[in-house]
């Protein structure tokens, strides 16, 4: 464990860890089984030691969380979006792609900033808009808020994890990545029990 901490704290120290941070967040944007959020999670941990600087962790996490959205983006007015349509009515996707045209209709460019945390969820949502054509311009908007909200929730989650485990940082990591998961795991719940409800007031 010691040598993995050791390789991780040798790769933060180097100024090429920003541009990882960009592209791991960057893709997974658009293929949410990149761990993007977990490597700014851990960086953040990291630095708690002055390596790598707080401040360029964020910016890199949240202009490649843009980027990536605008692939995703970009995609969907390639007809991505028309593809997930053609799914099983019963798959993850299917539902994924429905769920993004009912909360981009009722509200808005505003759902980007809640399926920021939604593993597959700003996938769909990314893709859908561009399906539908958004206004380029209003997505923008929406996407940096979205972004650097996102960018500074996961980096100030995990140099705080960091500063309660200083002595180890490791368990910093695990605790970060942890609530993360809790609070992800919150939000489908909501999102679960808020379409169950829907599903059964429509039977009536």
């Known amino acids: 464990m010691e040598s993995v901490l050791d390789l991780l704290r040798q790769l933060v120290a180097s100024p090429w860890v920003y541009l990882l941070i960009f592209g791991l967040t960057a893709v997974d944007a658009f293929f949410p089984a990149v761990p993007g959020e977990a490597a700014v999670i851990t960086a953040a941990v990291l630095a708690t030691g002055g390596n790598p600087d707080l401040v360029g962790v964020i910016v890199a996490a949240a202009l490649g969380a843009g980027a990536g959205d605008h692939v995703s983006y970009a995609i969907g007015r390639g007809g991505g979006a028309t593809r997930l349509a053609r799914f099983p009515a019963d798959s993850r996707r299917r539902a994924s792609s ?3 045209r009912r909360a981009l209709h009722e509200r808005g460019g505003l759902i980007l900033t809640t399926a920021r945390y939604v593993p597959g969820g700003r996938t769909a949502v990314t893709l859908t808009m561009g399906a539908v054509r958004y206004p ?11 972004a650097v909200s996102w960018a500074l929730y996961c980096t100030l989650l995990g140099y705080f994890g960091g500063l309660a485990f200083e002595r180890d940082p490791v368990k910093g ?3 970060g990545v942890g609530l993360s998961l809790a609070v992800t795991l919150l939000l489908e719940s909501a999102r679960w029990l808020r379409h169950r409800r829907r599903h059964a007031t429509s039977r009536r």
């Open 98 to 100: 429905e769920w993004a």
């Open 136 to 146: 380029l311009r209003s997505f923008l908007l929406f996407d940096a808020i979205a």
């Open 173 to 175: 990591i695990l605790a």
